[in-house]
């Protein structure tokens, strides 16, 4: 995909999320939201349970915010710059939009009769739990090599799907929140990796790689340095 149909794709994306969650806030959906819960209400048991505040804890808030501060500082470490980007943006942009979309629609949690876990906030669209955890699949299939990206695609996509469904399942979230939070992390990964192939980025990211402007301009000035000494 080239940089402008990643960019359009996530802004798409972001105002498929915001016409969502719009239609969450109606009557008619979140009657049916409603039923749909109580109807998964029937499905719980203690080993479904705790799988399922096993996967909420594996994707709340503290680990995304963690992951965004600490992935990135370990890559830029080895040297993976690029990647430390990526990873960073990728991560706090998802939350960014999730936060931001979420204080924007206020959609209300459901209703509390549903609960198996208190919920960390009064709003519900999108899942932030979801977000986060889609975010961390998409940055896992960013870094791995080539030889592991399929494995790292399932990976991924089991554990957002475990988030997901979990936070249905704990009554906490209608599925229009979950499918919200997807949305919410793969607007934000497509802006990022579009704005990071556009020329300007790609200048600016292949200097950081090769270790900034001070090492360039060293490798530079080491190169003019043998030059003049190959002409003498």
Known sequence: MTSRSRIVGGQILLAALVVLGLAARSATLTSADISLNEHVAAWRDPALTTLAKAATFAAQAAVG??????????????RRRQDAVRVLFTLGGAMAIGYAVKIAVSEKRPPQRL???????????????????????????LLVGSSLRLPAILVGMAFAATVAGARVYLGVHYLPDVIGGLLAATSAALLVSGVMQ???????????????????????????????AVQR
Do not use: C, M, Y
């Open 65 to 78: 915010v963690a992951a965004a501060l600490l992935l990135p500082a370990v890559l830029w470490l080895l």
């Open 115 to 141: 609960w198996v876990i208190a919920p960390d906030s009064v709003q519900s669209f999108p899942s932030g739990h979801t977000t986060i955890a889609v975010a961390l699949a998409v940055s896992l299939v």
């Open 198 to 228: 556009l020329p300007v980025a790609r200048r600016h990211l292949d200097t950081l790689e090769r270790g900034g402007p001070a090492h360039a301009a060293h490798a530079n000035g080491s190169h003019i340095s043998v030059r003049s």
